[in-house]
């Protein structure tokens, strides 16, 4: 039976920032109206905890959580797609390649689920094939309606990493990019301590998940930088300089952007938040933490889950910036750096 609205919901968690500057231009161009769950609350993490075993990543526990806001705010048509494989031999963890099975098992009520699969592995689903599978129960199956929705929806992805590669917030560069914007800020702030931080998109840009990680470097006088600031080449250099091969299909924004900071002077320490109960995670970071000493670099873990408390959290963060400020003025110190002053054609050395 062919759906006659074109309406689909989209929850706000997980692949969503990964993607979604793309999936909406994308449906956008074929005429859908586009419903998102809200903001991430305490209800949406609860509710979804409560339906999924506790051993759950909090990752999937949020995104059950959205595809309940959604069915609550009466939306019908809700898009969980299994991203099973981005790559040849480059996999998801299970849970995100399950998602639609999972969705289907735990969370019942009057709503379906449009799904798609992509898989570049063993079932040779590229994105052409991903994406008619999304479209073909409302009715689209014209080939060249999908290949022009699908510039489309590359034009707003390539915009929005243009912006997000130049500092700009998440939303920001997302709602510019909707409306077809691309502004770059020439002048960045500059901060006395930078960090990195090490984390999946849905972890860190998701400001319930990660209690506003952003806002708290910042008020602690840290610049932040995260793999959204770097090139798909930066990336793969990061993961060259680990030594290590791509399996997971998230991969790059963890042991890419690590490597690649890990070995940038301008980096004063590494943050790695971590999902409770994520397995490919805890193999990654276990290795991240090992390098760091190679390249000595002070690294905080912290791990989450929908119990982690506020206090606590930020009382690391402050301990972690404040070891950096007394590291580095120690240094400056201790190596009374050379600042060159030049005036007209003299140049002085002060020491
Ligand atoms: S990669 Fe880890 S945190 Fe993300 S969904 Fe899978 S298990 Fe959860």
């Known amino acids: 039976m062919v759906i006659k609205e074109k309406v689909i919901g989209i929850p706000r968690a997980l692949i969503y920032y990964n993607y979604i500057p793309f999936l909406a231009g994308f449906f956008t161009k074929l005429g859908f109206e586009i419903i998102y769950s809200d903001l ?86 590229g994105l052409i094939e991903f994406l008619k599978q999304a479209v073909e129960p409302f009715g689209i199956t014209s080939d060249e309606e999908i290949y022009s929705a699908l510039k489309y ?95 997971w299909a998230n991969q790059l924004e963890m042991s890419g952007a690590a490597g690649y900071y890990l070995r940038s002077l301008d980096i004063d320490g590494i943050i790695t938040i971590t999902a409770f109960g994520c397995g490919p995670d805890s193999l990654m970071i276990e290795d991240i933490n090992r390098k760091a000493k190679n390249f000595n670099k002070p690294l905080l873990n912290l791990t989450i889950d929908e119990h982690t408390g506020e206090a606590g959290f930020v009382t690391r963060l402050e301990a972690f910036c404040d070891m950096l400020y007394r590291k580095k003025r120690a240094y400056k110190a201790e190596n009374k750096e050379e600042i060159i002053v030049p005036v007209d054609d003299y140049t002085i050395n002060l020491r």
């Open 40 to 125: 991430t609350t305490k209800k949406t993490l609860s509710e979804g905890a409560s339906l999924v075993v506790t051993e759950t990543c909090l990752p999937i526990k949020v995104y059950v959580g959205h595809v309940l806001n959604l069915i609550e705010k009466g939306v019908k048509n809700i898009f969980v797609p299994s991203i099973q494989s981005v790559g040849y031999k480059i996999y998801n963890c299970s849970k995100i390649r399950g998602l639609p099975d999972l969705i289907r098992n735990v969370v019942k009520g009057d709503y379906n689920i449009i799904e798609a699969t992509l898989d570049k592995s063993e079932k040779n689903l």
């Open 153 to 247: 929806g590359f034009i707003q992805y390539n915009n929005f990493k243009v912006m997000v590669q130049h500092n700009m917030p998440f939303d920001t560069a997302f709602n510019n990019a909707l409306k077809g914007k691309v502004v770059i800020n020439q002048q960045e702030e500059e901060k006395e301590i930078n960090v990195a931080l090490i984390s999946h998109g849905y972890n860190i840009y998701d400001k319930r998940v990660c209690m506003d990680v952003f806002k708290k470097l910042d008020s602690l006088g840290v610049k932040v930088h995260s793999a959204y600031n770097l090139t798909d080449d930066q990336l793969k250099d990061g993961m060259s300089a680990l030594n290590v091969d791509l399996y």
